[in-house]
């Protein structure tokens, strides 16, 4: 079964309201006129709405036919990007210096999509919470929707996230069984020596040369701790210290982004973090103090939910475009957060094709409105699978 025929119906609609979204982007815990447009949706069409969670974060509940007490979560997230968009189309950013580069309008309008066909179909027993959070994009929305007792007060037997994904081709759907994107934690190492005349370095504790031997071990973490064949990244991104060229700097400092596969990856290279800064500290005599924080912990998929929503996908787009085995990302998302708190699934949807091929967070990038029925229809049937009439 391909795309489901009634949702194909409101393609234009759910463009409509896409490219609405497009024109108005709203940037992290501000996404105060997409929730009320979310919210007014879903009322019209009969759920019980539920708003301000998480800041700014929207629940529809939508109750089936019949007695069932199963329910399902399935997640979109709502915010833009603090970027200029460079298309020049009709539906580009009519706010300068915000975008939705990452096509978060595209997996809103999906999501209600779905709500919209569910609403009137009825077609399932048991209740469905739609989930809409804002501040996907670093503002940990997913994070403060969990903390505000989203699963608490709307309980999900397995809740569901996708992301477009224009790296792949239109239409496929991509996904793995345990991690399948990373953990993001930042450290920021402040060297604290003993400055002095760039003549006499004898005299001093000089930070930069401890930083540059902190740079080079922190190297080895990927290369002599971690296991080969897992995956980690220690990024340093900034160093900085000095403010003259005859002057030895009192201070240097250091911050590194940190990406770990799993849980117990991120222990060791943040431990290990510890043990080299204390390491050089004591090589160098000189101090270093180290604010490691954890942010996003990696996404990890159960592996009951991967085989539901690869089943529901097998209907829409076939066999031949379902890969269980897609590569892990070591970007991050916080979809992590509710799949800690919940068993569930986070997929990828393929869309690139001769139109749309720019990568997410790009200035031409625009989400490729052909995927919203295919979006709309693996909800939908991911609903009426897992909840059917008796
Ligand atoms: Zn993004
Ligand atoms: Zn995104």
Known sequence: MPVNNRIAETHEEMQAWRRDLHQHPELCFEERR?????????????LEVHEGIGVTGVVGVLKGQGTSSRTIGIRADMDALPMQEENEFAHKS???????????DGHTAILL?????????????????????????????????????????????GVYGLHNQPGMPRGTFNVRTGPIMASADTAVMKIRGKGGHAAYPHLTNDPIAAGVQLYTALQ????????????????????????????????????????????????LVESRIREICAG??????????????????????????????ARAAVEVVGHENVN???????????????????PGCYFFLGTNDETHFHA???????FNDEVLSI???????LVEQQLPRQ
């Open 34 to 46: 997409t929730a009320a447009i979310v919210a007014e949706k879903l009322r019209s069409w009969g």
């Open 375 to 381: 979006g709309a229809s693996i909800w939908a049937r």
């Open 220 to 267: 080895t973490i990927v290369a002599r701790n971690v296991g080969p064949v897992d995956n980690a990244v220690v990024s340093v991104t900034q160093f900085q210290a000095g403010t003259g060229i005859n002057i030895i700097p009192q201070e240097a400092t250091l911050s590194a982004s940190i990406r770990a596969m799993t849980a117990q990856i991120r222990d």
């Open 94 to 104: 009519t706010i300068d210096g915000k975008m939705h580069a990452c096509g978060h």
């Open 360 to 366: 997410v967070h790009h200035p031409e990038f625009d």
């Open 280 to 309: 050089v500290a004591a090589t160098h005599g000189v101090e270093i103090t180290l604010d490691y924080q954890r942010r996003y912990p990696s996404v990890v998929n159960h592996e009951k939910e991967t085989q539901i929503a």
């Open 113 to 157: 999509g779905a709500a919209k066909y569910l609403a009137e179909t009825l077609n399932f027993d048991g209740t469905v919470h739609f989930i809409f959070q804002p501040a996907e994009e670093g503002g940990g929305g997913g994070d403060a929707m969990v903390k505000d007792g989203l699963f608490d007060r709307f309980p999900c037997d």
């Open 324 to 342: 269980m085995d897609t590569p892990i990302r070591m970007g991050s998302e916080d979809f992590a957060f509710m799949l800690e708190a919940c």
